[in-house]
């Protein structure tokens, strides 16, 4: 029973460390809207503290489908 809730703080502590990543380069300053944006920001959270071992992720090109008509 404590594992898991030990785990729980370390995935939190994990995911802030990468919003605050993601802070430090900016992403969250930028009017700019989209899903290459959304994509990198989200996994700057998720690499979290690799981020500072030199990882940069980067989503450059990001296909949205179509609604039907």
């Known amino acids: ?3 898991g809730g030990l785990l729980g703080v ?3 502590i994990w ?3 990468g919003a605050f990543a993601a802070y430090q ?3 969250f300053e930028t009017g700019a ?3 290459a944006t959304t994509g990198s920001i ?3 959270v998720v690499v979290g503290p690799l981020n500072y ?3 940069n992720p980067k989503v450059t ?3 949205v489908p179509q609604p039907s008509q």
């Open 15 to 17: 995911l802030l460390i």
């Open 10 to 12: 370390l995935v939190l």
């Open 25 to 27: 380069r900016g992403y």
């Open 53 to 55: 071992a030199g990882v």
């Open 61 to 63: 090109d990001c296909n």
């Open 33 to 35: 809207t989209n899903c």
């Open 42 to 44: 989200a996994l700057t």
């Open 1 to 3: 029973m404590r594992g």
